[in-house]
């Protein structure tokens, strides 16, 4: 079994208080520490690797984004998926061959554009033609930012997922959705969804499965206790 379709697999019959937890390496050096920490699989957060690379979120130009995930994907042996934003206005043959020449086996793509939602049917058929070029390659991971965007209604988030997983989406990921609607989006959802977990707060990753995520992944926040713990260290040495 390739490494896509051992990632594939692992989102697929899992029991309730069970999801499938993913860690988010930020460099090679994070990812060798949740790899041997015993995570299946690692998922890299483009905010936590734009932060390493010192841009802001959504600032990391392609190049740098695809090398850093180059680089983390080669620093371990277990799946590697992308955060790619919104695929960098490139074209779905590019952007696939861009991700596998990168060593990974999946990809996040974000429905929205700056600080905008995406026309849903557009989107929905740009998907398409990436889930094609994939030919069952990558794991598309195709996030809803409805409530990123102050869409709080659940149903638009289970609309938009309805289309994605009809353009052939592998999961869907509702970013921010709060847990009380956790529920409601698991039913009016066909296929794993992606819950964002908190590391140190909220529910934990078997309280979300419970209310129907498939999988948790934390963004940067893995990231953001790592510096906040090394912030603590370097006070105290300050003399």
Same mark, same amino acid.
């Given at each position: 079994?390739?490494?896509?379709?051992?990632?594939?697999?692992?989102?697929?019959?899992?029991?309730?208080?069970?999801?499938?937890?993913?860690?988010?390496?930020?460099?090679?050096?994070?990812?060798?520490?949740?790899?041997?920490?015993?995570?299946?699989?690692?998922?890299?957060?483009?905010? !936590?690797?734009?932060?390493?690379?010192?841009?802001?979120?959504?600032?990391?130009?392609?190049?740098?984004?695809?090398?850093?995930?180059?680089?983390?994907?080669?620093?371990?042996?277990?799946?590697?998926?992308?955060?790619?934003?919104?695929?960098?206005?490139?074209?779905?043959?590019?952007?696939?061959?861009?991700?596998?020449?990168?060593?990974?086996?999946?990809?996040?793509?974000?429905?929205?554009?700056?600080?905008?939602?995406?026309?849903?049917?557009?989107?929905?058929?740009?998907?398409?033609?990436?889930?094609?070029?994939?030919?069952?390659?990558?794991?598309?991971?195709?996030?809803?930012?409805?409530?990123?965007?102050?869409?709080?209604?659940?149903?638009?988030?289970?609309?938009?997922?309805?289309?994605?997983?009809?353009?052939?989406?592998?999961?869907?990921?509702?970013?921010?959705?709060?847990?009380?609607?956790?529920?409601?989006?698991?039913? !009016?959802?066909?296929?794993?969804?992606?819950?964002?977990?908190?590391?140190?707060?909220?529910?934990?990753?078997?309280?979300?499965?419970?209310?129907?995520?498939?999988?948790?992944?934390?963004?940067?926040?893995?990231?953001?206790?790592?510096?906040?713990?090394?912030?603590?260290?370097?006070?105290?040495?300050?003399?």
């Amino acid at each position: 079994m390739g490494k896509a379709e051992e990632f594939r697999a692992l989102h697929h019959r899992r029991r309730l208080d069970d999801p499938l937890v993913l860690a988010g390496a930020w460099d090679a050096v994070s990812a060798g520490v949740f790899a041997d920490a015993g995570f299946p699989a690692l998922a890299t957060p483009s905010a !936590g690797v734009a932060a390493s690379l010192g841009y802001a979120d959504g600032k990391t130009p392609a190049q740098e984004m695809f090398a850093a995930v180059t680089r983390i994907a080669r620093a371990v042996d277990v799946p590697v998926s992308a955060d790619v934003e919104d695929g960098y206005g490139l074209a779905p043959k590019e952007l696939v061959e861009r991700l596998l020449e990168a060593g990974v086996v999946g990809c996040n793509l974000e429905d929205s554009r700056g600080e905008v939602l995406k026309d849903p049917h557009a989107h929905a058929d740009w998907l398409a033609e990436v889930v094609a070029e994939a030919d069952g390659s990558l794991f598309v991971n195709a996030r809803i930012d409805t409530f990123v965007r102050g869409v709080v209604s659940p149903e638009a988030a289970i609309a938009r997922a309805a289309r994605y997983v009809a353009a052939g989406a592998d999961c869907v990921y509702p970013i921010l959705a709060p847990p009380v609607t956790l529920p409601l989006l698991r039913a !009016g959802i066909q296929g794993p969804v992606n819950v964002l977990g908190d590391p140190v707060d909220g529910p934990t990753p078997a309280d979300l499965g419970a209310l129907g995520a498939t999988r948790v992944t934390f963004g940067p926040g893995l990231q953001r206790c790592g510096v906040a713990a090394l912030r603590e260290i370097a006070v105290r040495l300050v003399p």
